[in-house]
């Protein structure tokens, strides 16, 4: 019995106990300085998009237990606009983001056009929008 709730708490937990096993080493190795506050901050500002494109995927996940596999390759579409749209086109930047946005919302109405009206499964509109917008950008 006793060996079966070791494993059990192995099986459970064994992402958390991986990244115990990774943050100990890189702090061992950079003698703490990937744990100080500046390094700690850094990291969370220069990954702020990631945590919201997952708030959006958790959203689609707890809604209709789906996942959205174009998420990626839309924002990477999006941010390709928004830097012709920039640079090549001298666009001011609030008027270019206020585009990107509209193009992003049509992006994602579309898809949801196919996957609620049409009724055709999302893994397969997402992962045509994933290809799509990928090849686009």
């Known amino acids: 019995m006793n060996k079966t709730k070791g494993l059990d708490f192995i099986k459970r937990y064994t992402m958390i106990l991986v990244l115990i096993v990774v943050t100990a080493f890189f702090a061992w190795r950079t003698g703490g300085a990937i744990l100080l506050p500046m390094n700690v901050s850094s990291l969370i500002s220069q990954n702020a ?9 958790l959203l689609c996940i707890l809604t209709g237990g789906n996942i ?8 990477c579409f999006v941010g390709a606009i928004g830097a012709v749209l920039m640079v090549n086109m001298k666009m001011n930047m ?4 206020l585009i ?9 109405a579309f898809q949801g056009f196919w996957i609620a009206y049409v009724r055709i499964p999302p893994f397969i509109v997402t992962l045509a929008g994933m290809l799509a917008f990928r090849g686009l950008s």
């Open 49 to 57: 998009y990631v945590f919201i494109l997952a708030t959006g995927m």
């Open 68 to 75: 959205d596999l174009s998420v990626g390759s839309v924002v």
């Open 94 to 97: 609030w008027l270019a983001i």
């Open 100 to 108: 990107m946005f509209a193009i992003g919302t049509l992006i994602g």
